[in-house]
């Protein structure tokens, strides 16, 4: 009796010591600090275009542009893209599309050049290339493209970047490319001002 009494004293021991062993702590999670970007990513620049107008006519232009500085002389070049809605208020609307390559180069602090080639697919009417004197009974949509040279200036960001104002010359002027809203002085001009950003 007095064994058997031992064995279950030494068993419930044996049990109490056991359940009273601290469960094992979960391993602390490292801590990770926020990754420094990529050096390529660095490099990567995005922003647009944007206008917008009421007098006499809905307008509204919208221009993304997606760029990759090159070097170290603050030479960004990329895509884009041109998305134009031009109407009045109690009749239909026009869609006017088209992609465009761009090239900008910092000069002097915050002055830059900026040189882009567009497409452009509008109305016939639409490019300097329409001649009104032409026998046409349907004016149909068509692609043109021109070059458009330019300079502008950056507000902020150290000079190389942040929002913009630009002023663009149309080279195929006045045979060829796409007639801008934008144009300084009447629909008609070949300078058109570009107002945006680049981060």
Known sequence: MRKAFLTLTLVICAFAAFSQEEEP?????PVFFEQPKPAWKEKLRYGGNLWLGFFGAFYIDVSPMVGYELGEKGTVA????NIIYQGNFNQNGN?????KLFVRQQVFRSIFLHAEYEMMNAYASQF????PNAPITDI????????LLG???YQGRGGNRGSFISLMYN??????GFISPQGLGGNNSPIVVRFGFLL
């Open 171 to 176: 080279l195929g002027y006045p045979n060829r």
């Open 25 to 29: 702590q979960e391993k602390e999670k």
């Open 140 to 147: 149909k949509k068509k692609w043109e493209g021109s070059p």
């Open 95 to 99: 869609f006017i599309y088209g992609p």
């Open 151 to 153: 300079a502008g200036f």
């Open 128 to 131: 300097y290339s329409f001649n």
């Open 78 to 81: 990329g895509l884009g893209a």
